[in-house]
């Protein structure tokens, strides 16, 4: 039966094409990107797929420092961090000099010019540009002085007028920059940080028009100059990136792994980088194997094969060199009620459905039992998660679920009806609903799975046209706001708060607690509402998920990183270790 | 001399074809099993755990547990009630809209003929796949959705052979008799040409019917077909990822499951076309 396993497998790798013979002349790095993208404008680069491939060819003002923990943020188009007025509302930013556009016919006479101020106050802008209609609008939207204004007097015109002054957004010289918020936003520069506020310069996107996605012309460590739609897509280096260093520090523990040996050089290291567009598993695991990728996250279904007990790397892979890393995701899971049906204005009937899910055996079966069960919505690494919090309905207790059924009305699950339970088209993400549904109808409740393409799952969440949905969330920036948001009130659908929840304490201890610098205080406040959130179930509470990796001899500097969009240019490949380790696959 | 009758003449050379009733039989015994799965007397509890997660196959369960620990057997057994269900009910919808605009066609001729050849030409001409998911996009998933899904789909090649049989027959000397005492076209059409192009849609039925459980299998593979039931393509679905861990049996339970009746179904086509097709005679 093995030789009919492994012909299957053959199929399906032949199915997504060959590709060269390795190369050791140059430094390719050869990754693996899980699904296909739109194309490369940063405004709308909303999920990280997209942001990591923006991210080899566009840079924002900051960047997240590739190997300190907890993570820090770092000035990277920007010269140094800003200063800030004493009430937070006054930024006063200074950019680097000499930093080139990549060469681009949008530019006179195809050369790349210098990036100035103006380059910076158009691209954020543009995130407001009626016409545009950014995904990223939500990051400053109601932030700057002026520009909400702007942007709705841009609206019934028929071009938007970029000349107009905006006061919150006001240029000193061609390398200084002032911006006025209307209130204190602690996460401001993290924002900033974020693919969705990467530089664009204004010719391209003139230039291009609407092609302007598929020519991406940024100020980054990679060119690329066409995007083509296909399962491949190869950066080569920017020949006039600016002088840029690799850190000569990092966390404790990082020299003793290497991660320090290429301090001070020079980046990019890698002339090519090479991404293979793969959807399914076993695939992408075989190309690794074949050393056809530098890196790659384990398929659940090979997990037992590449690590033994769920510790150790097999003999198999340790002999080829092959590294594993455990990374723990700043993630929560979670099935989400539609709070605008009435049905579950019901907190007993939320709770009694928490408590009758078997997280212990949905651990096993989706993640390799590696997974940590969520108690409420917080993941561990952010300031408001207490690691000694229990939620007394994440507990998988069944008599306890049938009792409180009982209690909201619904004995034995009667008069309740088929609720169907939204999710994305995958194998896993169904299975894991009908593990849900089996669960639950041991208490009497009845579920059904709603299979959607990722746009249909997306386009129902923000219309409400849903009982209830499940997903994951992963954090955009180091800041429990961006999860607490998850059940704020005003971000209700279409905004990120997609369960529709509303409950006024906890939209009043957000308004205060979200326009606090990092505190002590402040992570008082996010525990308290992180409690509150456990209390009430708005949500059924999955998983922080962890992710394991596995990365060839010859990648190096490579370092599991939460906001990864900048990471690649920081990587290398030891061609020497490469040409010998080949010989072993 | 009396002689035997289209029908009986098809029975006989049928009859002498061993892979034909060998085929007939298992098309039967699918029936069987569809039948007795869908009034809940056997397989009612696929949804049950019987053991463990991913259990190989044994004396105990036939063809091993699922990720759940659900019976395989059971899945199978309900896949197939879903994969029969969906052949019949898709062969009910496409049947009379296929003959009925397939004989208008051919017996009229002219505008009419014009309107049903460019309706089904548009329809032919759209990949079937994005046709069958942009209309389970409109009705929404599940079962009944595939049933109109497959059902408006696949009345194209029975509407084309039946409008080319009936413009044959319209020329034909009993066609002419009937008209001569007076029979007007919804007679000579629905009386006298029908029955004897009906060996067609016999023929075309049975094609059909693999054809409509293969769609419903690629459907359900690809999420967008049957939801919270067992289906062949859900279980090869769910196989494509365990295959890793070496669980096979979910995928050969469904794969064998549906080889068998769809080259039943194909063999028995081939056979129902040389014993009814006149021309095939005595080949």
């Known amino acids: 039966m093995k030789s009919l396993v492994l012909l299957f497998y053959g199929i399906l790798f032949l199915s997504w094409g060959c590709s060269k013979d390795r190369n050791f002349d140059e430094r390719e790095l050869h990754l693996i990107s899980p ?191 066409v995007f083509e739609q296909s399962n491949r897509i190869v950066y080569t280096k920017n020949p006039n990136f600016r002088e840029k260093f690799y850190p000569s520090e990092g966390e404790e523990g990082d020299d003793k792994l290497g991660l320090l040996a290429d301090a001070g050089k020079k980046i990019p290291m890698v002339d090519k980088i090479i991404v293979d567009i793969v959807v399914q598993s076993q695939p992408k695991w075989l190309s690794f194997q074949k050393a056809k990728a530098d890196l790659l996250e384990i398929p659940k279904d090979n997990f037992d094969q590449a690590v033994i007990g769920g510790k150790e790397l097999s003999e198999e892979l340790k002999g080829k060199g092959i590294r594993l890393f455990a990374n723990p995701q700043l993630d929560t899971t979670f099935f989400a009620f539609n709070h605008d049906d009435p049905l579950f204005k019901n907190k007993k009937l939320r709770q009694a459905m928490s408590m009758a899910w078997n997280r212990e055996e949905a651990n096993k079966l989706f993640y390799n039992s590696a997974a940590l069960e969520a108690q409420s919505v917080i993941p561990p690494g952010l300031g408001g998660y207490r690691k000694d919090f229990k939620n007394p309905y994440v507990k998988f207790d069944v008599g306890q679920s049938k009792k409180l059924l009982a209690e909201a009305g619904f004995p034995n699950g009667k008069g309740l009806p088929f609720i169907t339970v939204q999710t994305r088209n995958e194998t896993v993400a169904r299975q894991v609903i009908e593990h849900f549904a089996k669960n639950l109808s041991k208490v009497g409740i009845k579920i059904k799975v709603g299979m959607n393409t990722w746009p249909e799952l997306v386009n129902k969440v923000t219309k409400r046209q849903h009982q209830m949905y499940t997903m994951g969330w992963g954090a955009d920036y180091p800041d429990a706001e961006n999860f607490l948001g998850l059940l704020y009130c005003p971000n209700s659908s279409p905004g990120s708060n997609g369960s529709n929840y509303c409950n ?66 920081y990587l290398n490949v030891d061609l020497e270790v490469k040409k010998e380790l080949s010989k072993k696959f | 001399m009396k002689k035997n009758s289209i029908w009986k003449d098809a029975f006989k050379t049928l009859s002498k074809d061993k892979w034909a009733m060998i085929s007939l039989g298992i098309v039967l015994i699918y029936s069987l099993i569809a039948l007795l799965s869908a009034t809940g007397l056997i397989a009612a509890d696929w949804a049950q755990e019987v053991g463990t997660s991913n259990l190989p196959p044994s004396a105990e369960h036939f063809f091993g547990t699922d990720i759940f620990g659900r019976s395989v057997l059971t899945k199978v057994i309900r896949g197939t009630q879903v994969a029969m269900s969906v052949g019949l009910a898709t062969s009910l919808i496409a049947i009379p809209i296929g003959v009925i605009l397939g004989a208008l066609a051919g017996y009229f001729g002219g505008w009419v003929d014009d309107i049903i050849t460019w309706l089904y030409t548009t329809f032919s001409s759209i990949p079937n796949i994005m046709l069958l998911i942009s209309i389970t996009m409109i009705l929404g998933k599940g079962l009944f959705a595939i049933y109109v899904a497959l059902g408006a789909t696949s009345w194209v090649t029975l509407c084309r052979l039946i409008r080319g049989e009936v413009m044959k027959h319209k020329e034909r000397e009993y066609v002419q008799a009937a008209t001569a005492i007076g029979g007007g076209h919804m007679r000579k059409l629905f009386l006298h040409i029908l029955p004897n192009v009906s060996h067609i849609v016999i023929i075309n039925t049975s094609l059909q019917f693999q054809i409509a459980i293969k769609s419903e299998v690629i459907l359900s593979y690809l999420g967008l077909g049957v939801q919270g039931e067992p289906s062949w393509g859900t279980m090869i679905d769910d196989a494509k990822l365990e295959l890793a861990r070496g669980v096979w049996w979910q995928l050969a339970g469904a794969t064998i499951a549906m080889f068998l009746v769809v080259l039943a179904f194909n063999l028995l086509g081939d056979a129902l076309r040389d014993a009814l097709d006149p021309k095939l005679k005595g080949k």
Do not use: C
Not at chain 1, 150 to 174: Q, S
Not at chain 1, 520 to 541: D, Q
């Open chain 1, 35 to 225: 699904e296909a993208i739109a194309g490369f404008d940063p405004i709308h680069a909303s999920d990280m797929y997209s942001g990591n491939e923006m991210g080899k060819v566009y840079e924002g003002l900051f960047e997240f420092h590739p190997l300190k923990r907890p993570y820090e943020l770092m000035p990277n188009l920007a010269e140094s961090l800003p200063e800030v007025s004493a009430d937070g509302l006054t930024y006063t930013f200074k950019f680097k000099k000499g930093v080139q556009f990549h060469d681009s016919p949008a530019f006179k006479d195809g050369k790349g010019r210098e990036l100035k101020s103006d380059d910076i106050l158009y691209s954020l802008k543009r995130l407001a540009d009626p016409k545009l209609q950014a995904k990223g609008w939500w990051l400053f939207d109601d932030k700057i002085i002026g520009l909400n204004e702007w942007k709705d007097k841009n609206a019934p015109l028929e071009a938007t007028n970029y000349d107009e002054e905006i006061e919150g957004l006001k240029k000193i010289d061609d390398y200084t920059l002032i911006i006025k918020l209307k209130k204190p936003y602690p996460q401001f520069l993290y924002a900033l940080a974020m693919p969705y506020s990467f530089i664009v310069a204004k010719e391209a996107v003139d230039h291009f028009g609407k092609e302007f996605l598929n020519h991406p012309v940024g100020t980054g460590p990679f060119i690329l100059p």
């Open chain 1, 504 to 569: 006024p304490n906890f939209d009043n201890l957000f308004k205060t607690a979200t326009i606090l610098q990092e505190s002590p205080e402040r992570n008082a406040l996010y525990e308290k509402m992180n409690e509150m959130i456990a209390n009430e179930s708005p949500w059924i509470f999955g998983f922080h998920r962890t992710k394991f990796y596995l990365s060839q001899a010859w990648l190096k500097n490579y370092k599991f990183m939460e906001f990864n969009h900048s990471q690649f240019q």
